[in-house]
């Protein structure tokens, strides 16, 4: 079945260094790609998303291709913030679908 | 836009007792709900997809009778817990999807979830 594999955490980065959370899936057909975090004691927020093949999504900094060659759909920033320590989950919506699969999520702490 | 409510944000139950979560949709109709459970530094589960005017939709494994779904209007989910135990313990979360489509297709805008402990 379809699913979607994240990076273990914790991720720990200082302020100002380069983010990457890997996330790649397993679905059929053209998937669309989601990229959402939730922040202590709140719901998920959409921070990113990707409908297509070699579309990228671009949100705060943040961006994410979605790659079918390698099945992926990694996250990035150039320069993270200690605001931006959450949990980010990835996640997909199957082709002729309203559901949503999702990672596990990778907690991420930025210290200053 | 797009916004979400949930309430209770949390409830603390005994055993043996029924807690009703509800979930709305506060400027747009949503014709389909999901409610997903979350544990501690795990990830979302879809529970059931709540479909306006007829009857949840299941995932295997969700037990029904256990978690009573009902979605009597465009802009309001009901899930309630039934005789709730200490494992029913989690974070219960719902999200919406924009039935008229004004919004982005294919997005699920989400609560900000309810903390249901059962001592």
């Known amino acids: 079945g379809d699913s979607v594999t994240q990076m273990e955490g914790p991720v720990t980065l200082s302020e100002e260094a380069f983010l990457t959370i890997n996330c790649t899936y397993t679905?059929?057909?053209?998937?669309?790609l989601f990229w959402y975090v939730q922040y202590p004691g709140e719901g998920l927020q959409l921070l990113l998303k990707?409908?297509?093949?070699?579309d990228k999504g671009s949100n705060k900094g943040f961006e994410a291709t979605y790659r079918k060659e390698t099945t992926s759909f990694h996250l990035e920033k150039g320069s993270v913030q200690v605001s931006d320590s959450a949990v980010y989950f990835c996640?997909?919506?199957?082709?002729?679908?309203?559901?949503?699969?999702f990672g596990t999520g990778t907690r991420l702490k930025v210290l200053a | 836009g797009a916004v979400v409510s949930q309430h209770p944000s949390w409830v603390i139950c005994k055993s043996g007792t029924s807690v009703k979560i509800e979930c709305r949709s506060l400027?747009?109709?949503?014709?389909?709900m999901f409610w997903y459970r979350q544990f501690p530094k795990q990830s979302l589960m879809l529970m059931a997809t709540s479909n306006e005017g007829s009857k949840a939709t299941y995932e295997q494994g969700v037990e029904k009778d256990k978690f009573l779904i009902n979605h009597a209007s465009l802009t309001l989910s009901t899930l309630t817990v039934t005789s709730a135990h200490p494992e029913d313990s989690s974070f219960y979360i719902c999200s919406a999807r924009d039935s008229a489509g004004a919004l982005s297709y294919n997005e699920q805008f989400f609560g900000p979830g309810t903390r249901l402990t059962v001592l």
């Open positions: 990707a409908t297509k093949a070699d």
């Open positions: 400027d747009f109709q949503a014709t389909t």
């Open positions: 996640a997909l919506s199957p082709s002729g679908t309203y559901k949503y699969i």
């Open positions: 679905a059929t057909g053209y998937p669309s």
